[in-house]
């Protein structure tokens, strides 16, 4: 069985209405079990797990603590391009948003490189653009060779590709690819893409599968917060997240939590998250799943980070930039969206070292997984 035909077998409108018929002692039963199951992830989402969050927010911590002990993966993305065939309604990069373009040169990659070893990284997440012919297969197969003396763990944020494609990457060193489905509510979906690769609804729903015949280290999945109801789409998110697990045990996986940002002429969120609610859904993914990892970027406040780090989360990045040559070019190109946390490495660093925590910059070994 597919994760499509898993899929078909749920209707969204049932979907949120089971989530929101939630009631506290559904929510009760889920923290009493010592392992939870999708309905259980339901209630742990639902508005009645609202006044049990603190009761959450410790059991995250403990289990996070058991399983990964009390660290924080450093990652920091690289933004390589800013061209983009798609019109998205809330992209910065969106084809329609007449605004200046730019793929970085091999010279302008080791610019960035050497500012991002200075840091201290050894985990970069290399991210364009959806544009074939600009920022293709040839040209992440050039960056790879490139960059891999410098870094022991290359994730990529990019384009959907075929399996194949993928297959000729991994050899030259990435190792975990991040493909959000930005929302699983299909007629919502056509209306924030309507044109681009990017449109084919299917094709990107199923990335995940071909990563894992591919035999990629990490699938990182995640939905863009404000796009559709948070809940709903969550939980198709979770849904997902089970049967690829099953699936494609060897692999590991991540989910983040990008809610969405400003930009030059961007859409509002359709559905507001606030930060209460962002706590609920770190610590019930946590709760549901204890092996999972979660990230948190630099859309999210300084505050909001201080707080939350210590509740489930397992990868953190900072001194991020979300345009094309930002950490040294200065060639001011268009960004994807602003971030909030502005903070530098070194300051992320003595916050996580406070709070009782230590930062690393080496993603797990693959032999030790």
């Not at 970027?297 to 930002?326: H, M, W």
Request: charged share 25%; net charge negative; with cysteine.
């Amino acid at each position: 069985m597919t994760f499509a035909d898993i899929f078909e077998q749920q209707n969204w409108d049932q979907v949120k209405q089971s989530i929101y018929a939630k009631t506290g002692a559904d929510v009760e039963r889920a923290l009493a079990k010592s392992s939870r199951d999708l309905e259980d992830f339901k209630a742990l989402i639902s508005p009645a797990a609202m006044p049990y969050l603190e009761q959450m927010a410790r059991l995250s911590q403990q289990l996070t603590q058991k399983r990964f002990g009390k660290t924080l993966q450093m990652y920091i993305p690289l933004y390589l391009s800013n061209e983009c065939q798609n019109i998205c309604t809330y992209c910065g990069f969106s084809l329609d948003n007449p605004m200046p373009r730019t793929t970085l040169t091999d010279e302008q990659i080791l610019e960035e490189v050497k500012v991002i070893k200075s840091y201290g990284y050894d985990h970069v997440l290399l991210v364009t653009g959806e544009a074939n012919k600009t920022v293709g297969v040839p040209y992440f197969k050039n960056v790879l060779q490139l960059i891999r003396p410098y870094f022991s763990h290359i994730s990529m944020e990019v384009q959907p590709l075929d399996q194949h494609e993928y297959e000729e990457l991994i050899p030259l060193g990435l190792n975990t690819v991040l493909v959000y489905q930005e929302t699983y509510h299909q007629e919502d979906y056509k209306k924030h893409h309507p044109k681009g690769k990017k449109s084919n609804f299917q094709y990107r729903f199923d990335t995940p599968d071909r990563l894992g015949k591919a035999d990629v280290y990490k699938i990182g999945l995640g939905v863009l917060i404000g796009l559709e109801d948070w809940r709903t789409d969550s939980f198709f998110t979770a849904l997902h997240l089970s049967y690829l697990e099953k699936k494609y045990w060897k692999t590991k996986y991540s989910i983040s939590f990008p809610r969405l940002r400003p930009f030059s002429g961007g859409l509002p969120p359709k559905v507001e998250m606030n930060d209460r609610e962002l706590v609920q859904l770190i610590c019930a993914y946590r709760i549901f799943n204890e092996e999972v990892e979660l990230s948190l970027s630099t859309r999210e406040s300084q505050s909001f980070r201080n707080n939350v780090i210590r509740l489930g989360i397992t990868s953190i990045s900072a001194g991020s930039k979300t345009d094309p040559g930002g950490y040294a070019s200065k060639v001011n190109a268009l960004e994807q969206f602003e971030i909030s946390d502005e903070r530098t490495p070194a300051e992320i660093i003595s916050m996580i070292r406070t709070q009782g925590y230590e930062a690393v910059w080496k993603d797990w070994d693959n032999v030790l997984s």
